[in-house]
């Protein structure tokens, strides 16, 4: 059974509807890529698997547990779903700007209620993330967009979550920095076993750096499968990848 | 001129409680609400009333007027929340206005547009606090501002003041991190409303009388004018605000130039003080942590 689990969801804005009858799901340990273009829906998705959008119809389980369904009675609220191991990376990285690296990490590990628990947390960031650690003092605001990236990554990871949410990671960056990123989502992925579900306009990176790949267009899920395939997809090719 | 200077630092001291609650709700939570003068005027009629018809002490009253204005924080906070920026700030406008309306209407609890009279002195040990005695009231303002201050200080570094200041700069991260937005957007307004009500308190056994003309709009924006002043997010620097505000707006007195500054000029001048600070300096005359409306949003911009 698949950790993540979307069962036929539908997001409506208003009249307008952003989400039709999505299904997908992610296995366990698994890194999973969904590509699209821009207003193809696929923040609104992340949204709606955190509970920040209501669902119209469908349902979404995590473990075999429904997180979100139609009505809202039954859908558990963001924070909850945030202590049941699903950390979102929003996108446009959105840190707390005027506090500093180390107090941004105190933030990721709101949950967790052990001093000791978030020191060792932290230190094991500032591993992965040399650049935190030199930069721990810092205001938020001073990193550059990599770094500031960086520090979105590891603040989601303070939470030791099941599985991470990662919305346009490479968003504004250098490709360079956006290869750097995704290396260490893949090797976070391995060492610390966090199933990884990325968003990702940047179609070639994403589909290389995962397992399995959805393709989303207009709200609707058009095309699905491992990502080799996928990257040999005549028609993801004319349509994302430009060859 | 000393009972004069004592009158303004009481007058400080009252509204100095008023800019600690205010800076919670709004330099930590970044909640633009505007009616702290709702929540003063709730503390002051639970104590006039309580006193007068029930012959309860201050004391009495205080924990009262406290869990009064608190309840009221819930209520409107609960439905307006959801609201952001200005729509919050003409929703809590409405609300302090409304509350203002009741009182210069229920005539037989709040006497109407005459208020209520004779409130009785407090007294504390069998020794009255005479408000006439200024030495002896400044104290006891002091010492509650005192209390109110180191008490929103560990709050304000405590796990939920930490979760608060996530919330004002970024509401979806901070819900992401597993912070409860509603829940601490809620507890930030009741708590910042009962300090507010505790000032109103204060007011009624210094004035000795209440009427609803005390606790116009215009308190609130004084209020608001503190904690622009002294430093969102810091409760020291407001308590600093206070003062200067009030400095301010008894200076035509203070210099014997009252028949020459019309009484208007101190609202020009809070409003002169909001833009000015906005522009040069929005962190404050003193102000720990650089903070401005808006900023956010423009820089979250400027990262894509």
């Excluded at chain 1, 979307?6 to 698994?30: C, F, P, R, T, W």
């Amino acid at each position: 059974m698949a950790l993540l689990n979307i069962d036929n969801i539908s997001v409506s804005y208003g009249s307008i509807k952003a989400l039709k009858q999505v299904s997908m799901h992610v296995n366990e340990g698994d890194i999973v890529s969904l590509i699209g273009a821009n207003g193809a829906g696929k923040s609104t998705l992340l949204k709606a698997i955190v509970g920040l959008e209501p669902l119209v119809e469908g349902s979404i389980t995590f473990e075999d547990e429904i997180i979100c369904c139609d009505t809202v009675s039954k859908s558990v609220p963001t924070e909850k779903i945030a202590k049941k191991g699903i950390a979102l990376v929003p996108e446009g990285r959105r840190v707390f700007a005027d506090m500093s690296v180390e107090e941004n990490l105190d933030m990721g590990a709101f949950l967790i209620r052990d001093e000791e628990v978030i020191r060792k947390k932290k230190e094991e960031m500032y591993d992965f993330f040399p650049i935190l650690g030199a930069r721990r003092k810092q205001k938020t605001r001073s990193l550059s967009g990599g770094e500031q990236q960086m520090m979105a990554i590891a603040r989601a990871l303070m939470s030791s979550p099941r599985m991470i949410l990662l919305d346009e990671p490479g968003l504004g960056l250098a490709p360079l920095i956006i290869q750097d990123i995704f290396d260490k989502i893949a090797y976070i992925n391995k060492s610390e076993n966090v199933t990884v579900f990325l968003v990702e306009q940047n179609a070639r990176m994403a589909l290389k750096a995962s397992t399995e790949g959805y393709v989303m267009e207009n709200g609707r899920i058009v095309l699905s499968g491992s990502s080799k395939d996928l990257l040999n997809n005549d028609s993801v090719q004319s349509a994302y990848l430009g060859a | 001129m000393v009972n004069f200077f004592l009158l303004i630092l009481i007058y400080s001291g009252i509204y100095a409680l008023m800019a600690i609650g205010q800076n919670l709700i709004t330099g930590y939570t970044g909640m633009l609400s505007l009616c702290q003068a709702g929540f003063f005027a709730i503390g002051s009629y639970v104590t006039a009333i309580l006193a007068t018809s029930l012959g309860w002490s201050l004391w009495a009253t205080l924990p009262v007027a406290a869990l009064l204005s608190a309840m009221f924080g819930v209520l409107i906070g609960l439905p307006t929340l959801r609201l952001k920026g200005d729509y919050l700030a003409i929703a809590t406008l409405g609300f302090g206005e409304i509350v203002r309306n009741v009182l210069n209407n229920w005539d037989s609890l709040t006497g109407g547009p005459m208020g209520i009279q004779r409130i009785p002195m407090a007294t504390i040990f069998s020794f009255t606090i005479n408000p006439y005695k200024k030495w002896a009231f400044l104290a006891l303002v002091i010492l509650i501002v005192v209390i109110s201050y180191y008490l929103f200080e560990r709050l304000g570094r405590s796990r939920m003041g930490r979760a608060l200041q996530a919330i004002r700069d970024d509401e979806i991260a901070a819900a992401s991190m597993g912070i409860n937005v509603t829940k601490y957007k809620v507890w930030a307004f009741a708590i910042g409303a009962s300090v507010a009500g505790i000032a109103g308190s204060l007011q009624s056994v210094f004035s000795l009388s209440v009427t609803p003309n005390s606790y116009t709009f215009m308190v609130s924006i004084m209020v608001l004018c503190m904690v622009v002043l002294g430093g969102m997010g810091n409760f020291a620097a407001v308590i600093l605000g206070a003062f200067i505000i009030q400095l301010i707006s008894y200076f035509p007195q203070l210099t014997g130039l009252s028949s020459v500054i019309p009484p208007q000029f101190k609202q020009i001048l809070f409003g002169l003080i909001l833009v000015v600070m906005m522009i040069w300096r929005p962190q404050g005359i003193i102000g720990v942590r650089s903070y401005r409306v808006g900023q956010k949003k423009s820089k979250a911009k400027g990262a894509k």
